[in-house]
């Protein structure tokens, strides 16, 4: 910053108008490059960003570089319309319903790029990333057969005391996508229920793209402090409205999964993977 | 205690008997270890009872980890519109995140019942895949956070619903979570040993030559028999098995309080009709105990469910 700049700094700036950030999932879509790297939130069948997906597999993305912790039908989605460059996940399937059978097909043809995680690595990678750190030392995943999988993670020995641990380098997505309970119009995301790691994928992102089951004026709060903020400021890039966006999916407290529809779609999703 | 709402069908009795007995075990055992975990999770309908059990009948102390990442003394399997109550209620969320769980994992003050679709000779365990080298058969869920668990918590608690040749192996296809300290780099200090097996024909532990497994106790008088025939390697342990007292009526009441619906039973259901059949019975009935009112218990009932009948195809 110039001299000059630093001498207006106490000079009354201009407001700036609250940040127009409603679009649509379409828009999301198009401002998502094939190639990119997505993060997708949620964990399973559980507050998936349903509708934010479907846009990118409609909008025909390819090449993506998929990330998420526990993944379910978004995952699914994604790989059925063929968006997938590559996959980061630490689980991929429909719990109680199973397999997820568009992953358990393109595993077994060996035709799926899948980099396997474990729920405390990826915690790592993104906790570098959120904090700016050059790696994260971790116990887990010694002596399974993830590292040799992983070229990236360094087995180094502790400069304090000598134990043999992983550094997990940082993971910064280009793109986060989030579902939440509900967003400010200007940008605040929060979550009545489980948070999961939506907070660190937030924080390591670049770019973050939400939808909300409801939108809110910008002067809302949250009373009692049971929504847990989970995103907010410039790097929020662009808020949908979209209620049930989780669906069929669940979303506690307000609706569960339902397993005739999660059957009904990933039935489908097989169908056309395998055409 | 609450009467089941919804009858189990008479056909799931044995099921039902089955999932009483290794469940009431897997809650002696927790609570027993020592130290004691601070945490207890759940990953699928058994393990949560077990943690549940556990806790009411015999150590108070534990902290059960709920639906929703909530420490939830109450939670109630196929109940869980209560915790909605709770959940809506004023300052009723007290949710753990994933990476505060993991703070209580990687300090290994946490203990959890898996259910691996394989755990072999040196307690390493596998959901990842089966078979080895590029093209899986089946190609199962992925590791999640079992190379976590397997270093970090000081009693590693495994469960086997159905024991035989493909789930209870020589050697794991892919290591989800190490049991086999050898695989350890020279310099870790990682404290997560493998404790307990426990599978529909008895008790394991893994305190055998260089950490391998023994049959410690069996289900039935002439154990030592059905275990070695359904095991594909050589067992340590006494030739003569102690017997291992059936569930207490303490253990059955918090069974049926806890899972009034009776989802237990679809784990160890062995035949995959009746599985099925029972799954569309619990959906039925749990909407008509939950009124369609939200709440993920479906999907809260974990990544086991289903895994090792999916592996057996």
């Given at each position: ?31 998502v ?42 995952v ?51 906790r ?41 380098p ?30 660190l994928?937030?924080?390591?992102a ?64 097989r ?5 | ?8 069908p008479?056909?799931?009795?044995e ?43 015999y ?67 596998n ?110 342990g ?76």
């Amino acid at each position: 910053m110039g001299v000059a700049a630093v001498e207006r700094a106490w000079a009354p700036p201009a407001p700036e108008p609250v940040a127009a950030l409603a679009g649509s999932a379409d828009a999301v879509a198009r401002a998502v490059p094939d190639g990119a790297s997505v993060a997708v939130g949620g964990s399973g069948l559980a507050r998936k960003p349903m509708r934010l997906v479907e846009a990118l597999a409609r909008a025909g993305r390819r090449d993506l570089d998929v990330w998420t912790g526990v993944g379910g039908l978004d995952v699914e989605v994604l790989l059925a319309a063929g968006a997938v460059g590559r996959l980061h996940a630490t689980y991929v399937g429909l719990e109680m319903l199973g397999l997820a059978p568009v992953f358990r097909r393109l595993r077994e043809s060996g035709g799926l790029a899948f980099d396997e995680w474990s729920e405390w690595t990826l915690i790592a990678a993104l906790r570098a990333a959120a904090e700016g750190a050059p790696f994260a030392p971790v116990r887990a995943g010694l002596g399974s057969d993830l590292p040799a999988a992983h070229p990236e993670w360094v087995a180094f020995a502790s400069p304090l005391d000598g134990e043999s641990l992983l550094a997990i380098p940082p993971v910064r997505p280009q793109v986060a996508l989030v579902h939440v309970d509900a967003a400010t119009v200007d940008g605040r995301a929060y979550v009545v229920g489980d948070v999961h790691t939506d907070r660190l994928w937030a924080l390591a992102a670049q770019t973050v793209y939400v939808s909300a089951e409801c939108v809110m004026p910008a002067d809302w709060e949250p009373d009692g402090g049971r929504l847990a903020p989970v995103a907010f400021g410039p790097r929020v890039a662009a808020l949908v409205e979209a209620p049930g966006g989780a669906r069929p999916g669940g979303m506690a407290p307000w609706y569960r999964p339902d397993p005739d529809e999660v059957r009904a779609l990933s039935d489908r999703l097989r169908e056309e993977a395998a055409s | 205690m609450t009467a089941p709402l919804v009858a189990i069908p008479a056909v799931d009795r044995e099921a039902l008997d089955r999932a009483d007995r290794v469940i009431a075990v897997m809650a002696r055992l927790l609570a027993r270890l020592s130290p004691a975990p601070e945490l207890v999770g759940g990953a699928t309908p058994a393990s949560h009872l077990a943690a549940l059990v556990a806790r009411s009948v015999y150590r108070p102390a534990i902290a059960v980890l709920g639906s929703q990442g909530r420490v939830a003394p109450r939670a109630r399997l196929g109940l869980l519109g209560q915790e909605d109550a709770a959940l809506a209620a004023p300052g009723g969320r007290v949710g753990l995140d994933l990476p505060s769980i993991f703070a209580w994992v990687a300090s290994g003050r946490f203990a959890i019942w898996i259910s691996p679709a394989q755990i072999d000779r040196q307690g390493n365990t596998n959901i990842s895949r089966i078979g080895t080298g590029e093209r899986p058969r089946p190609a199962l869920v992925g590791s999640r956070g079992l190379p976590d668990d397997a270093v970090s918590l000081p009693s590693g608690l495994y469960y086997v619903p159905a024991h035989g040749p493909r789930s209870v192996v020589a050697q794991v296809d892919f290591v989800s979570g190490v049991g086999d300290r050898r695989r350890l780099p020279p310099g870790s200090r990682a404290p997560g040993r493998p404790a307990w097996l426990v599978t529909d024909l008895g008790v394991f532990d893994f305190a055998g030559e260089d950490g391998s497994m023994r049959a410690v106790a069996a289900f039935g008088p002439d154990g030592r028999d059905a275990i070695e025939a359904a095991t594909p390697f050589a067992l340590g342990g006494p030739p003569a098995l102690d017997v291992i007292e059936p569930p207490t009526p303490a253990e059955l009441a918090a069974l049926g309080a806890f899972d009034p619906l009776g989802v237990r039973a679809v784990e160890f259901e062995r035949d995959p009709d009746r599985a099925r059949a029972l799954r569309a019975h619990l959906r039925t009935a749990e909407e008509a105990f939950l009124g369609g009112v939200g709440e993920d218990i479906l999907a809260g009932l974990g990544l086991g469910l289903g895994l090792g009948r999916e592996a057996d195809r």
